[in-house]
């Protein structure tokens, strides 16, 4: 968003209405915030009204310049809110606290009182399929997916409507009856929005639909068929950087390109742009990290570990743990066990020292039971 929405001059006429305010989730100094308005997964959009302390408005993923807008507008309105609203604000309330199963109550009653009209209908319909997602509630979450989608057909909600559903869908038993069926049916929602050419989408969303699709077929377990859409998408995903207009917006498709490639079994391929993006942005972590992973699935160890130094001089916050464990598979995948062990040591050590809000005590304990396996 920061590459292709932010930039937008449409969104200039809001400059005396909003603050704008961008949070480094990885920087220790963001805690206090962090701890306050917990961000689940990136990005996340909120709109802060100063005057009550507290949210107006909660998204959940990336936006087009026309659903910003809409929020911005949305969030800004001076009427008195309608009982559907005043749910859905309940709702992002304890969304953001954390509380999915309870969000997803408030926001199904906003749903179910809302009129016809109602702008707000598919911003509450992300946002109830997404705390369904995340509370694990993924029966319920189809049920509501294939009976929302065609409320939301054709808008710039059906996206994440039809997305979500499928993925809560491949999460479900494979033993369950209708299993495939209930697939196939939500496959052919988000084909539907992939395909409809009235929909403003980013390159990044189709990216995200592909990656829906991929991850069904791969449920299903159709090889040819998830191998077929990889090579779409990895095409897809070099064309719309090729037609990148800066190297900002060329590198949003750096880490699904690497993606792409590892399942292609062809990560040579991401060499060539990682040590560009890597030169182009020399004071960014990301390049070297990625660099550090394309190494080792092409089995060069020495590569992926000076890759891996370069990232770790540059890396803070939960990132830098990632980066640890990497390096440690790396000294694991080349043979010395001392270091690899050493590496798991230093990474523990670091996750314990991360403030509240970035410390993950499930990651740590997952982390010393790969270790102790290691002794």
Same mark, same amino acid.
């Given at each position: 968003?920061?590459?292709?929405?932010?930039?937008? /001059?449409?969104?200039?006429?809001?400059?005396?209405?909003?603050?704008?305010?961008?949070?480094? $989730?990885?920087? /220790?100094?963001?805690?206090?915030?962090?701890?306050?308005?917990?961000? %689940?997964?990136?990005?996340?959009? =909120?709109?802060?009204?100063?005057?009550?302390?507290?949210?107006?408005?909660?998204?959940?993923?990336? !936006? $087009?310049? /026309?659903?910003?807008?809409?929020?911005?507008?949305?969030?800004?309105?001076?009427?008195?809110?309608?009982?559907?609203?005043?749910?859905?604000?309940? #709702?992002?309330?304890? /969304?953001?606290? #954390?509380? +999915?199963?309870?969000?997803?109550?408030?926001?199904?009653?906003?749903?179910?009182?809302? %009129?016809?009209?109602?702008?707000?209908?598919?911003?509450?319909?992300?946002?109830?399929?997404?705390?369904?997602?995340?509370?694990?509630? +993924?029966?319920? @979450?189809?049920?509501?997916?294939?009976?929302?989608? %065609?409320?939301?057909?054709?808008?710039?909600?059906?996206?994440?409507?039809?997305?979500? #559903? *499928? $993925? @809560?869908? &491949?999460?479900?038993?494979?033993?369950?009856?209708?299993?495939?069926? =209930?697939?196939?049916?939500?496959?052919?929602? &988000?084909?539907?929005?992939?395909?409809?050419?009235?929909?403003? *989408?980013?390159?990044?969303?189709?990216?995200?639909?592909?990656?829906?699709?991929?991850?069904?077929?791969?449920?299903?377990?159709?090889?040819?068929?998830?191998?077929?859409?990889?090579?779409?998408?990895?095409?897809?995903?070099?064309?719309?950087?090729?037609?990148?207009? $800066?190297?900002?917006?060329?590198?949003?498709?750096?880490? +699904?390109?690497?993606?792409?490639?590892?399942?292609?079994?062809?990560?040579?391929?991401?060499?060539?742009?990682?040590?560009?993006?890597?030169?182009?942005?020399?004071?960014?972590?990301?390049?070297?990290?990625?660099?550090?992973?394309?190494?080792?699935?092409?089995?060069?160890?020495?590569?992926?570990?000076?890759?891996?130094?370069?990232? =770790?001089?540059?890396?803070? #916050?939960?990132?830098?743990?990632?980066?640890?464990?990497?390096?440690?598979?790396?000294?694991?995948?080349?043979?010395?066990?001392?270091? !690899?062990?050493? &590496?798991?040591?230093?990474?523990?050590?670091?996750?314990?020292?991360?403030?509240?809000?970035?410390?993950?005590?499930?990651?740590?304990?997952?982390?010393?039971?790969?270790?102790?396996?290691?002794?």
């Amino acid at each position: 968003m920061r590459a292709y929405v932010y930039t937008d /001059a449409s969104l200039d006429r809001y400059a005396g209405r909003f603050v704008w305010l961008s949070i480094n $989730t990885e920087d /220790a100094k963001n805690a206090a915030f962090l701890k306050k308005y917990p961000i %689940p997964v990136l990005p996340t959009l =909120l709109v802060l009204d100063p005057k009550r302390d507290a949210i107006a408005l909660r998204y959940i993923g990336g !936006a $087009t310049v /026309a659903q910003l807008r809409r929020m911005l507008d949305e969030s800004s309105a001076k009427k008195a809110p309608s009982p559907s609203e005043l749910l859905l604000a309940q #709702g992002d309330k304890l /969304a953001n606290a #954390g509380d +999915h199963a309870g969000a997803a109550v408030f926001y199904e009653q906003a749903l179910d009182k809302a %009129p016809k009209s109602w702008p707000r209908y598919g911003r509450a319909a992300e946002s109830l399929l997404f705390s369904l997602m995340m509370g694990q509630q +993924h029966e319920h @979450c189809v049920t509501l997916a294939r009976f929302v989608y %065609p409320r939301v057909r054709g808008t710039s909600s059906a996206a994440n409507v039809a997305s979500t #559903g *499928l $993925t @809560c869908a &491949t999460q479900l038993d494979e033993k369950r009856s209708g299993r495939a069926e =209930l697939i196939a049916e939500l496959e052919k929602d &988000t084909q539907e929005v992939f395909d409809d050419p009235k929909l403003t *989408l980013s390159g990044d969303d189709r990216s995200g639909l592909y990656m829906s699709l991929i991850e069904a077929r791969a449920a299903v377990k159709d090889e040819a068929g998830e191998k077929k859409l990889i090579e779409d998408w990895s095409a897809f995903l070099d064309r719309e950087a090729a037609n990148a207009k $800066t190297p900002e917006q060329r590198a949003v498709y750096d880490p +699904h390109r690497l993606s792409a490639y590892i399942e292609l079994k062809t990560p040579e391929k991401a060499i060539p742009m990682l040590a560009q993006s890597e030169r182009e942005f020399p004071n960014d972590y990301n390049p070297p990290a990625r660099l550090a992973v394309a190494y080792r699935e092409m089995k060069k160890y020495d590569e992926a570990l000076a890759a891996s130094d370069r990232a =770790l001089r540059l890396a803070y #916050g939960p990132r830098k743990l990632g980066m640890l464990t990497t390096r440690a598979d790396i000294y694991t995948e080349k043979g010395d066990k001392e270091s !690899a062990r050493k &590496t798991l040591a230093e990474a523990i050590a670091y996750a314990k020292s991360l403030p509240d809000p970035q410390r993950n005590d499930r990651r740590i304990a997952a982390l010393e039971k790969k270790l102790a396996a290691m002794q």
